[in-house]
């Protein structure tokens, strides 16, 4: 089970999605797995979604959602999929810094103390 688990509801996201997996795949820490729920129920945009992130390299779940579950909805149904003990709920066109979740596992760890 990963430590983080790294959610985003995808609608029509393939244009921004890019550079969110870049970001992903540059982090220097590697205890995480990406959880996504694709929204825009567009059949062109999902085998795009599904290329992308084949093509990433990062660990990652991905469903398809017949109906639009809009944000809170789809991290909803991204929370169901994880035990992890983190979880970071993102937008589809956020880049990360590569010490990122490096930082958070940190910070999170040392407020448990």
Same mark, same amino acid.
């Given at each position: 089970?990963?430590?983080?688990?790294?959610?985003?509801?995808?609608?029509?996201?393939?244009? @921004?999605?890019?550079?969110? /997996?870049?970001? *992903?795949?540059?982090?220097?820490?590697? %205890?995480?797995? +990406?959880?996504?729920? &694709?929204?825009?129920?567009?059949?062109?945009?999902?085998?795009?979604?599904?290329?992308?992130?084949?093509?990433?390299?990062?660990?990652? @779940?991905?469903?398809?959602? /017949?109906?639009? *579950?809009?944000?809170?909805?789809?991290? %909803?149904?991204? +929370?169901?999929?994880? &035990?992890?003990?983190?979880?970071?709920?993102?937008?589809?066109?956020?880049?990360?810094?590569?010490?990122?979740?490096?930082?958070?596992?940190?910070?999170?760890?040392?407020?448990?103390?």
């Amino acid at each position: 089970m990963p430590r983080i688990a790294i959610q985003t509801p995808l609608y029509r996201s393939a244009q @921004y999605l890019p550079m969110l /997996l870049k970001s *992903l795949k540059a982090q220097t820490y590697t %205890n995480w797995k +990406f959880y996504a729920c &694709e929204n825009s129920g567009d059949l062109t945009e999902r085998a795009k979604v599904k290329e992308l992130l084949e093509a990433s390299g990062i660990p990652y @779940y991905v469903e398809e959602s /017949l109906t639009n *579950l809009g944000f809170a909805g789809g991290h %909803n149904f991204a +929370f169901a999929k994880t &035990e992890s003990e983190y979880i970071l709920m993102l937008n589809q066109d956020m880049y990360l810094e590569s010490d990122c979740m490096e930082k958070l596992v940190r910070f999170l760890d040392a407020a448990q103390d």
